[in-house]
C-alpha cells in the first residue's frame, strides 16, 4: 500500500447530487481511501430531495413512502448504519475519510468530540456562538445546527456532518413513519423549537463558499495539516460507477425489507446505547424453533453483511440454543460495533421470543 501524505487534507466539492450518487461516493470514497488509493479528504456535498435510511433499516418500517412518492422525494439506503433522516438542498453536508493515524485515536468517542469541537469553531467563525453537544451534536444556545456521526472501515473512518442552512424540520416529519397524530401543529413547532438554522442566527447570509472556507480551514487547525482543492482520482472515478451501478437500484434500497414466511412474525424493540434494534422472529411452536430471524435497526456493524449472516445462521435454531449460537456465531467473526455489544442481539431476540409467548397465550 503506498505512504498517504498526513499532513494534506483534500478539499472534494462534488457538489448537488442524487441520493444514489451521494451513497456512491460514500462507498468508493471509504472503499479508495482504505485501499489507500484516497488521500485524506473533506469532502463537501448536498442532496436533491431524499429520504435516507440506514443500512440496517427497512424502508417500509421507517418512512412513509406515500409521502415520498407523491411529492417526489427520492427514498435511498446508506452504506452506513443510523436511523432515517431527510435531506434537501437546505442542509449542507460535509464529510472527513480519514484513518486512525492520522487521528491518532480508534477511540469514537474522543474522535467525534475532536471532530465536533473543530466543526463548531469553524462555525463560531461566522458570527454563532456554536458548540459541541455531547455524544455528537453541535448547538447553539441549546438548539441543535448540525448532527454528525461515523463508521469504522477497517483502519479508515467515514465521518459525517450536516449543517443546517435554511431547513425546515416539518419536512423531515412528513416524511417519517409517525402516526398522523402525532404530527400536530403543536408537535411540529416543538420540533421547530429543538433545532436552528445558520440562516436564521445571521443578519446576513455567507454565500456557502464561505461556509465551507470556515469548515476546511478549522478542520486544517485542529489536525495541523494544510489543505488542496482536488478532483475525483481515476480509480475513484471507476470505483463510483461501480457503487452506482449496485446502489441506484430498488434491490439495494429495499434489502433490508420483511423477509417472506407463512410463520406468524413477533416483534420487539430493544434500546441500547448502540441505538434502537427491532427484532422479529417467526416459531416453529410445536418444534420451539426459530424458523427465520429479523433484525433492523439504526445500528452500526461493520462489516455490513454481518447481521444478514446471523440471520441465516439462527435459521431453524431451537429456541432453548439461541443464546449459545449467538455468542459462538461472534466469537467467530472480526465484527466492529459501534457502543453495540453481543448481549444486546440477545436481549433484543429474548425480547422478541417473550412477545411470542404473550401473544401466543393470549389466543
Not at 53 to 70: K, L, P, R
Not at 136 to 143: A, H, K, Q, Y
Not at 178 to 195: F, G, T
Request: proline share 4%; with cysteine.
Amino acid at each position: 500500500m503506498p505512504e498517504r501524505d498526513q499532513n494534506t487534507l483534500r478539499i472534494l466539492d462534488t457538489g448537488l447530487r442524487r441520493a444514489a450518487e451521494n451513497m456512491a461516493f460514500n462507498r468508493a470514497l471509504l472503499e479508495c481511501h482504505q485501499e489507500g488509493t484516497s488521500p485524506h479528504t473533506l469532502r463537501f456535498l448536498q442532496f436533491e430531495p431524499c429520504a435516507l435510511v440506514g443500512f440496517h433499516q427497512n424502508v417500509d418500517q421507517e418512512i412513509s413512502t406515500e409521502y415520498c412518492e407523491a411529492n417526489g422525494i427520492a427514498i435511498q439506503r446508506r452504506i452506513t448504519g443510523g436511523g432515517a433522516i431527510y435531506f434537501d438542498a437546505t442542509q449542507l453536508g460535509w464529510e472527513l475519510y480519514l484513518d486512525k493515524r492520522f487521528l491518532g485515536s480508534a477511540d469514537m468517542g474522543r474522535i467525534a468530540e475532536r471532530i465536533c469541537n473543530a466543526a463548531a469553531a469553524g462555525i463560531r467563525t461566522l458570527g454563532v456562538d456554536a458548540r459541541f453537544r455531547p455524544r455528537n451534536d453541535i448547538e447553539v444556545d441549546g438548539r441543535k445546527i448540525s448532527g454528525t456521526g461515523g463508521a469504522f472501515d477497517g483502519e479508515s473512518i467515514l465521518y459525517q456532518g450536516t449543517l443546517l442552512i435554511e431547513f425546515d424540520v416539518e419536512d423531515m416529519l412528513r416524511i417519517l413513519r409517525i402516526p398522523a397524530e402525532k404530527l400536530s401543529n403543536k408537535a411540529i413547532e416543538s420540533a421547530r423549537d429543538r433545532v436552528v438554522n445558520l440562516a436564521t442566527l445571521l443578519d446576513e447570509m455567507p454565500s456557502l463558499e464561505v461556509v465551507k472556507d470556515a469548515i476546511a480551514r478549522a478542520f486544517a487547525e485542529e489536525f495541523a495539516v494544510r489543505t488542496a482543492p482536488g478532483e475525483l482520482l481515476p480509480a475513484e472515478r471507476s470505483a463510483f460507477d461501480r457503487a452506482l451501478a449496485d446502489i441506484d437500484t430498488g434491490e439495494w434500497v429495499y434489502q433490508r425489507n420483511r423477509p417472506a414466511t407463512d410463520a406468524p412474525m413477533f416483534e420487539a424493540l430493544h434500546k441500547s446505547e448502540g441505538g434502537l434494534m427491532r427484532v422479529g422472529v417467526a416459531l416453529d411452536p410445536e418444534r420451539r424453533r426459530l424458523k427465520q430471524l429479523w433484525i433492523t435497526g439504526d445500528i452500526f456493524v461493520k462489516p455490513a453483511r454481518t447481521i444478514a449472516d446471523l440471520e441465516a445462521a439462527l435459521r431453524d435454531t431451537p429456541q432453548a440454543e439461541m443464546e449459545d449460537r449467538v455468542r459462538a456465531f461472534f466469537t467467530a467473526r472480526d465484527v466492529e460495533m459501534l457502543q453495540l455489544t453481543v448481549d444486546d442481539f440477545i436481549a433484543a431476540i429474548q425480547s422478541a421470543l417473550a412477545q411470542a409467548e404473550v401473544d401466543q397465550a393470549a389466543e
